[in-house]
């Protein structure tokens, strides 16, 4: 390796290691020896793709060792943890490419051997968009009906399955949740070829049908953290069948960051490096307390301390409000409230609990 690639990964590591903090390792399922162990290899020098997908597969090894052994409830925690683990290795690529998709797929087929040693009900699942279809994965509660079920999703790096811890603590509370990989995010975008481009508003919709054709699934609701905040906001506006929406540190009139990160996401969601159409594009999906109005309870948490979005990013999400708007607050809170995470969980799924619980 030359001096100049060792530079170059560097740069990389460290850029990684500002957007994949300590706290998001942990908040997203990373065992906390994993994470340290990825933070200081990538600090001496190692690819931090290429560790984390270590680290991933040496929990697999261990699960696949306990599932041989009939011991299944370690082989879903050692699943669990590379789980987390491959999704930050496939992270470090904003682009489609090779190595990205490769993670990807690997990311998938160990998602799939969970289900067989899930101490909760865990499949994936498809919601019909066009002639296309949207992915997600599904986690139920160990009750055979559910009081309701949340929507859950990130933004333009966090999708579907890295908020699987989440679904577990909304599991504990009888709801299920759908982990989706809206427009340009995950398989939908990498397999199904949906991007950024579309009517969001109607995709996401199309798991609240999911979820009313299925009588088991109960009262829909939905949660979008990042940019994802935006996108629900956009579909509670818009469908007055969900029942309550959390959004979790979001522009309500999105455009690209001042990074490079930021503008590779935003042009791999859309599908073109056009800056102008990117621009135009998050013109399209701004969202207007005039025109939208949000019906149903809203909950919208914001950090103090994060760097991307600040409180009045979020003021008209709950201008649109036309009943109940809770604003949580943390003064030290990160972005999406990484470093707060329990606390964060525990105060978003009671809520969901409460008001899903009375339709």
């Not at 060792?65 to 491959?86: P, S, Y």
């Not at 049908?209 to 609701?221: A, E, M, R």
């Not at 990160?334 to 008001?355: C, G, K, M």
Request: hydrophobic fraction near 45%; proline fraction near 4%.
């Amino acid at each position: 390796m030359t001096q100049d690639d060792q530079t170059a990964i560097a740069k990389a590591n460290a850029a990684h290691q500002r957007a994949m903090s300590m706290p998001r390792l942990l908040d997203y399922g990373m065992d906390f020896a994993d994470a340290t162990a990825l933070f200081a290899r990538t600090g001496a020098g190692e690819a931090w793709h290429e560790v984390a997908a270590q680290l991933g597969r040496e929990r697999l090894s261990r699960a696949d060792r306990a599932e041989t052994e009939g011991l299944a409830f370690t082989a879903a925690e050692e699943r669990q943890r590379a789980i987390a683990a491959l999704v930050f290795a496939q992270m470090a690529f904003n682009f489609d490419v090779p190595e990205k998709r490769a993670l990807y797929d690997e990311l998938v087929s160990v998602c799939h051997a969970l289900g067989r040693v899930s101490d909760l009900p865990f499949a994936r699942c498809e919601a019909s968009f066009g002639d296309r279809r949207l992915i997600g994965w599904l986690v139920r509660p160990l009750s055979s009906r559910a009081a309701g079920t949340v929507v859950l999703f990130g933004g333009q790096s966090g999708w579907g399955i890295a908020y699987l811890p989440v679904a577990r603590a909304l599991a504990r509370r009888n709801l299920a949740t759908l982990l989706v990989e809206g427009p340009g995010q995950g398989e939908t975008r990498m397999e199904q070829g949906i991007y950024l481009d579309v009517d969001t508003d109607a995709a996401y919709s199309a798991w609240i049908d999911v979820i009313l054709d299925d009588p088991t699934l109960g009262t829909p609701g939905i949660w979008g953290n990042s940019y994802g905040g935006l996108w629900a906001a956009r579909t509670a506006a818009h469908d007055k069948r969900i029942a309550a929406c959390c959004v979790n540190g979001s522009f309500a009139t999105p455009g690209i960051l001042p990074f490079r990160s930021a503008f590779e996401q935003s042009a791999a969601m859309l599908g073109t490096e056009d800056r102008d159409a990117l621009e135009a594009n998050f013109a399209r999906l701004r969202f207007d307390p005039t025109a939208m109005r949000i019906d149903c309870p809203l909950l919208v948490l914001h950090g103090g301390a994060d760097p991307l979005v600040n409180l009045p990013d979020q003021q008209p999400f709950l201008e649109a409000a036309t009943g109940e708007a809770t604003l949580k607050t943390w003064p030290d809170g990160d972005h999406t409230i990484y470093n707060h995470s329990f606390d964060r969980t525990t105060l978003v799924a009671d809520w969901f609990a409460a008001r899903l619980a009375l339709r």
